[in-house]
């Protein structure tokens, strides 16, 4: 009951107060458009959402992978020192460009399709997109087939090898199904942001923004609408939740 | 050829009534309850007949829930069966006899697989996440006692 009325509250807040909002979401905490992603236990997700990520390569550190780790310890994503068939649900890539030398340096996910390849192409209906555009894999009803690692243009799959034990409780896990990032889905439903966008602020290097595409007022809608952002291999015209700068 | 199909019958039968009696004649306390550990909360989601009854059903349901339409409700939900009858810091897993699951599971030669991915015991949440909930749970306190107005706040007051 005491959950239902903090609830009540909080939506109540926001339907009467939607500037005031807006206006302090862009402000430098993180703090109020998180509040403002906060969603009822009950009420299910909708399309009145879609959740996306910028990423400013110019402010990814090179040799930073406080991301990565943040990633790996929020989920218990463990490594058998196998790097080759260790499971890897985010990864730092480097760029040299060839002409320059200029390096650059980006973190590289599950890039959240609209039209994802994974979907198509599963079998078994166990790769999905939720209403709220984050893609996801049903490892209930995974077979392992690993057609969706194949489909991926970003690599961004992996298939559990080994026996999984202790798991983390919001993140099970386990031998025979194909996992990648879930955009931290456990924490954007109780209205938090993904573990390695929060490991990234916390390093003060700012590059990355999670919020909702859908609201003209979010933090990263006004930062696309300023600055644009490109997607990665846009030719293959996937419309992807995640977007990068300075690329 | 007849006859003897309808003596096989009457044996069949014979056989199957016997059977039935004597079943009939096994109470509940002659049938040794699995030993579980004591649940953390003082009652079930539902009556234990019930939950004996149908617990797989419900949880299938919410698991479908959870996954496809991100509804986290606790009632029907594994993570929240573990954690009440599950005992914090315990050594056991699910496999052992004594594993509140695995006692009945393993009487009844059932096998389940939800423990391949799923945590068996409660607790296991990294530290990065204790302190990122706690941090959002003091945002949305201050948010609302900002919204509510009851007690005025740091957030309140520069608002």
Redesign the interface.
């Known amino acids: 009951m005491k959950e239902m009325t903090v609830n009540f509250s909080r939506r109540h807040f926001f339907e009467k107060s939607a500037t005031a909002v807006a206006g302090l979401s862009i402000a430098p905490g993180v703090f109020l458009s998180q509040v403002a992603q906060a969603k009822p236990a009950d009420q299910a997700v909708t399309i009145e959402k879609r959740w996306g990520m910028l990423i400013d390569a110019a402010k990814c550190a090179t040799g930073c992978n406080d991301c990565v780790t943040a990633c790996h310890e929020e989920n218990g994503v463990t490594s058998h020192g196998r790097p080759e068939t260790d499971a890897q649900w985010i990864r730092k890539v480097k760029l040299r460009d060839k002409a320059t030398n200029h390096v650059i340096s980006l973190p590289m996910m599950c890039q959240h399709c609209e039209t994802a390849p994974c979907v198509y192409v599963c079998p078994t209906g166990a790769s999905f997109k939720r209403a709220d555009g984050i893609v996801l894999v049903d490892k209930h009803i995974c077979i392992g087939c690993r057609y969706c690692m194949m489909a991926c243009p970003y690599k961004a799959r992996s298939f559990v090898h080994e026996t999984v034990t202790d798991q983390v409780e919001y993140s099970p896990r386990g031998k025979g199904t194909v996992e990648s990032c879930t955009l931290c889905v456990h924490r954007v439903d109780e209205g938090g942001t993904p573990a390695c966008v929060e490991a990234c602020n916390k390093a003060e290097h700012g590059a990355m923004i999670f919020g909702d595409l859908k609201d003209p007022n979010s933090a990263i809608s006004i930062e696309l609408e300023k600055h644009g952002g490109k997607q990665i291999r846009a030719d293959l015209k996937l419309n992807t939740g995640v977007r990068y700068q300075g690329i | 050829m007849l006859q003897l199909q309808q003596l096989m019958h009457k044996t069949i039968l014979a056989i199957l009534g016997s059977a039935f009696l004597t079943l009939s004649s096994v109470t509940l306390a002659d049938i040794s309850m699995p030993d579980v550990a004591k649940p953390k909360g003082e009652k079930c989601v539902a009556p234990t007949d019930e939950m004996r009854a149908s617990h797989f059903e419900k949880i299938l349901h919410q ?1 479908d ?1 959870t ?8 009632p029907h939900s594994l ?1 929240e069966c ?1 954690n009440c009858h599950v005992p914090e810091n315990t050594t056991v897993r699910f496999g052992d006899d004594k594993h509140f699951c695995s006692a009945c599971h393993i009487q009844t030669a059932v096998n389940i697989d939800c423990f ?4 068996d015991r ?8 204790k302190k ?2 706690a941090a ?1 749970e003091t ?2 306190k201050a ?2 006692t900002a ?2 107005g009851t007690e005025p706040s740091a957030t309140g007051a520069t ?1």
């Open positions: 698991r829930k996954m496809h339409q991100g509804i986290r409700t606790k993570k573990i391949q991915c799923h945590a409660p607790g296991n949440i990294p530290e990065i996440h990122a909930m959002l945002n949305l948010e609302d919204t509510t608002q």
